[in-house]
């Protein structure tokens, strides 16, 4: 078996308000950053997986984002898999 390091990017859909990115942009704003546009807030998780190839964490991956990462009726998800070289 194999280590692998995961990284999870998550995000609100397109369409769907973010209130932590709007106050984030009205902050820059109020700070002189007034070029500042469109900002969104997401989640990022780092996790290590125990497996057998990268398929398997993969499929690993997903579930989880499936039955408790990610929303998906409001949220998107896209991650990245690198074998841990120890």
């Not at 990284?7 to 950053?33: C, M, N, T, W």
């Not at 007034?34 to 990268?54: F, L, P, Q």
């Amino acid at each position: 078996m194999a280590n692998y390091a995961v990284k999870v990017y998550i995000s609100y859909r397109k369409g769907v308000l973010d209130p932590q990115g709007v106050a984030v942009e009205k902050a820059a704003h109020s700070l002189g950053f007034e070029k500042v546009k469109n900002v969104r807030v997401g989640k990022y998780v780092t996790m290590e997986i125990e497996a057998d190839s990268m398929e398997e964490v993969k499929r690993e991956v997903e579930e989880m984002a499936a039955k408790f990462l990610v929303n998906p009726v409001i949220e998107e998800y896209t991650f990245e898999v690198e074998e841990v070289k120890e």
